[in-house]
């Protein structure tokens, strides 16, 4: 297959060390993003093409994010890059310590369908960013734009040094039968295990950026029509179809009933103009996931939406009540428009039925009482999340984002994302002038007093 000449390429481009050149990486990065904008309308088409998405959510939820980070590493490639003077102990008198960042070599990314650009493109520029070169597998699903990042990246950098390789599971599988020097998986828990087991074959070095169900307290103190609205917008946005979208609520049940009058007004006022769907809203990714979308609705349960077009793939914003924590929608991530409200009176309790299920890749918390709020960021472990919000964390390069357990393993945005694709190479530097004899034979007792002054 092609493939196995790309792979050889890369090694021999890295091994060539012009990527640890600054200059050569910010001219990269900085064509990078012109190509990007050059091709706007481009990938604006193709993702519209794939799944409905508008050009404002494209930009809003991809690009947007993509030139903030392109941003961000520019800044800070510099001193991201230096060596760090460290102090050094006393038992390693006369000398000097350093830390310095090498790129790990030939990256593999492997994109994600549900924001096809952002969630490919974006670590593949921190990898290049950091050093390495890189081969990105974006998702086969959503095809049009797969070929469009084909298209752009492949006509315009060496495939030694950047490539995009189109493909589904065939080719996924076999390309993951070579060795790289690290990769970097987004998708499913189910696939990321399929990953890790054949990186750990050849120890490659794993960011695995999963899903998980992501829980969104609503507690009674909270500012209900400002919960809602950020709420509604969160897990809507992509029509549901997002890694870190509230996947249920947790309600206290003593505002359930306003609670439910309010989301019911503010979907209708986000999606709906003349009691149609907006134009804005994003197609379901194809024909098998809305059946099984349809398949986690409890019809004796919806409070509001539950219809399906499967012509234009659509599926109505979604609210079910009345839910527990046995039904259909709560035993996986959900990964579309359906919204579960269950209710809960006993905060503490809610808390424990969370901690059964396994640790989730956001947590949202909405209320006023910071007592409780800290109580729930503390007790629960998940990969982060936000107070009073939802979603937003994650344009805060700043924050790190990653999962936890089942949702994850790693992290990136900002410097933790250089952080993933570096090497720190610990370097002490002695000098000539002075050596104390104190490790060398032969041992003495004043020798081992010395020593224990020094270390403990
Ligand atoms: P997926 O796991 O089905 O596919 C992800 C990638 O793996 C695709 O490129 C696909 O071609 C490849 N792949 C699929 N099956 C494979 C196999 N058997 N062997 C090797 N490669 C294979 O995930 P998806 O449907 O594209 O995305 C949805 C999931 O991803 C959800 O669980 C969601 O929560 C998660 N997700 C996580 C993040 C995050 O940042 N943590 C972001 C987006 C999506």
């Known amino acids: 297959m092609v493939f196995f000449d790309i792979i050889k390429q890369q090694q021999v481009f890295f091994d060539s060390g012009k990527t640890k050149d600054i200059t050569f990486t910010r001219q990269q990065l900085s064509k990078l993003k012109s190509l990007l904008k050059e091709n706007e309308s481009l990938l604006y088409e193709a993702i519209y093409q794939d799944f409905g998405k508008s050009a404002f959510e494209t930009y809003l939820s991809e690009l947007a994010l993509i030139y903030h980070e392109l941003k961000i590493l520019n800044k800070n490639l510099k001193k991201w890059r230096s060596p760090k003077r460290v102090p050094t102990d006393l038992a390693n008198f006369p000398g000097k310590s350093y830390i310095y960042p090498e790129p790990l070599g030939h990256v593999l990314v492997i994109g994600a369908w549900n924001y096809p650009y952002q969630l490919s493109l974006l670590p593949a520029l921190t990898a290049l960013a950091a050093g390495n070169t890189v081969i990105l597998k974006p998702s086969e699903l959503p095809s049009r734009t797969a070929q469009a990042m084909a298209k752009i990246i492949n006509e315009n950098f060496p495939a030694g040094y950047f490539y995009v390789l189109e493909g589904g599971v065939q080719e996924t599988t076999e390309l993951l039968k070579n060795r790289f020097d690290k990769i970097f998986f987004t998708g499913s828990t189910r696939v990321g295990k399929i990953v890790y087991e054949a990186a750990a074959k050849q120890l490659t ?252």
């Open 205 to 456: 070095p794993v960011t695995l950026e999963l899903g998980g169900k992501s829980p969104t307290f609503v507690l009674a103190d909270t500012d209900l029509s400002m919960t809602v609205k950020r709420i509604v917008w969160a897990k809507f946005l992509n029509a549901g179809q997002t890694c870190v979208a509230p996947d249920y609520i947790l309600v206290e049940k003593s505002i359930e009933t306003k609670f439910l009058e309010v989301l019911k007004q503010e979907i209708n006022s986000q999606f709906k103009v003349n009691n149609e769907l907006t134009e804005h809203y994003v197609q379901i990714i194809d024909q098998a996931h809305l059946k099984h979308l349809e398949n986690l609705i409890d019809s004796d349960k919806i409070y509001l939406g539950g219809s399906i077009n499967y012509e234009k793939r659509l599926m109505m914003p979604t609210v079910l009540q009345h839910v527990n924590f046995s039904d259909a929608v709560m035993q996986e991530e959900i990964f579309g428009p359906i919204l579960p409200v269950i209710t809960f009176e006993n905060l503490d309790k809610a808390i424990q039925q969370v901690q059964k299920l396994p640790k989730p890749l956001s947590c949202y918390v909405y209320g006023k009482d910071k007592k409780r709020i800290d109580k729930i960021i503390n007790k629960l472990s998940f990969g982060g999340g936000a107070v009073n919000d939802s979603v937003m964390h994650l344009s805060n390069s700043h924050l790190p984002f990653g999962g936890v357990e089942f949702s994850g393993i790693g992290a990136y945005h900002g410097k933790a994302g250089f952080d993933s694709f570096t090497h720190y190479k610990s370097i002490l530097k002695k000098s000539f002038w002075f050596e104390p004899p104190i490790k060398y034979p032969p041992y003495s007792k004043w020798k081992l007093k010395i020593l224990k002054w020094l270390f403990e």
